[in-house]
Each structure stands twice: as structure tokens, then as C-alpha cells.
């Protein structure tokens, strides 16, 4: 986790260790996670599966925990797209738990999800990789 490092990991540093997985990025402490659930079984940050069928319905859970007050902007991510599958908003006064559920339609292929958070906090998560 890169909390309050003032600038000093690299963000070289950052991206790859987003890339090997299971990890959760935050500037001040934050808490995002991201959960897949699909027919069958739950998946977590990190995660790769493989065995998916196109068209699976893909329930994803997205947690923020905030530990800075201020605007948040969620966005859930899936590679090859250009923009978010999905973004959500959490309030100003925001200082708690904050859940969002979205159901996906898997395209097939090999896709990755994650997410992102701006606002009064930076967060991103590893991506969860879902293959058919």
C-alpha cells in the first residue's frame, strides 16, 4: 500500500506491484477493493480465473472506505475500452463505508477489471483477470 509516501515510491514502483496482483494503492490510506462474483464462485483483487463462458453475468462489488472526507469519483475499469464500464460518485461529507453493485455481462476472450478512485483521495486497485 502507498500511504502518505510524500512522492517517494516511483510510480514505476506502483504500477508493478498493481500489476502483480493483490494490491491496493492509496495516497492517504484509503480503502478500495473490488469483488467478482460469477456462477461459479467469488473472485478477489489479483485473481485469475479462467473457465468463464461468454455471457456470464458478473457481479461486481465495489468498496470504498475513505479516510479523508471530500468528493470521491469510483470508476470500474475493463481493458480494451477506452472509457470506465461503470462510474459512481460518493458525497462530500463522506467518511464511512460506501458499497456499489454493478452486473457486468462477461464478452468473453481474456479481460481484466479494476478500479480507480479520484477525489479527495487517489486509489487503484490490481486487476481481477477473467478469462473464458
Known amino acids: ?14 504500477n508493478q506491484a498493481l500489476r502483480q496482483g493483490r494490491t491496493i494503492a492509496s495516497r492517504f490510506g484509503g480503502l ?47 481493458s480494451g475500452l477506452d472509457k470506465p464500464l461503470h462510474q459512481f460518485e460518493a458525497g462530500a461529507a463522506y467518511d464511512g463505508t460506501k458499497v456499489n453493485e454493478v452486473e457486468v455481462e462477461f464478452t468473453g476472450g481474456q479481460q481484466c477489471y479494476y478500479l480507480v478512485v479520484t477525489g479527495a483521495d487517489f486509489i487503484c486497485t490490481s486487476p481481477i483477470y477473467i478469462g473464458q
Open 1 to 14: 500500500t502507498w500511504i502518505d509516501t510524500g512522492g517517494s515510491a516511483s510510480p514505476e514502483t506502483i
Open 32 to 78: 478500495a477493493t473490488l469483488a467478482i462474483t460469477a456462477d461459479d464462485g467469488s473472485y478477489r483483487v489479483g485473481d485469475i480465473v479462467q473457465g468463464i463462458p461468454p455471457g456470464t453475468k458478473l457481479e461486481m462489488e465495489i468498496t470504498l472506505q475513505a479516510v479523508v472526507q471530500g468528493e470521491y469519483q469510483l470508476a470500474l475499469y475493463q
